[in-house]
Nanobody
């Protein structure tokens, strides 16, 4: 069974940067699509970014396009989310998720989820 552990969250000022990590263990990581989601208090969970397993194609929500970059290092079984120019509206708990099909992950129905890491953007 695939296990996911997020790290890298914290408190940052607007305009600052953070890099989130999603470390996988328990199964071969290479064939899984990885997605980053976030959920702020009182709001629905939002898909932020996804990286396909077959060709490393990346996808971004319009709200983060140009500011966030997703990447994967299969040798380290880790996916990263580099977040630059952070805004207060980026404040949320961030989760990574994994499954074999990109449609499943994008729909929020991934089989595997991490426990989340908190990102807070405030002056």
């Amino acid at each position: 069974q695939l296990q996911l552990v997020e790290s890298g969250g914290g408190l940052v000022q607007p305009g600052g940067s953070l890099r989130l990590s999603c470390a996988a263990s328990g199964y071969t990581f290479d064939y899984y699509v990885i997605g980053w989601f976030r959920q702020a208090p009182g709001k629905e969970r939002e898909g932020v970014s996804f990286i396909d397993s077959s060709d490393d194609t990346t996808y971004y929500a319009n709200s983060v396009k140009g500011r966030f970059t997703i990447s994967r290092d299969n040798a380290k079984n880790t996916v990263y989310l580099q977040m630059n120019n952070l805004k207060p509206e980026d404040t949320a708990a961030y989760y990574c998720a994994a499954d074999r099909a990109i449609g499943t992950v994008v729909a929020g129905h991934a089989a595997y989820w991490g426990q989340g890491t908190q990102v807070s953007v405030s002056p």
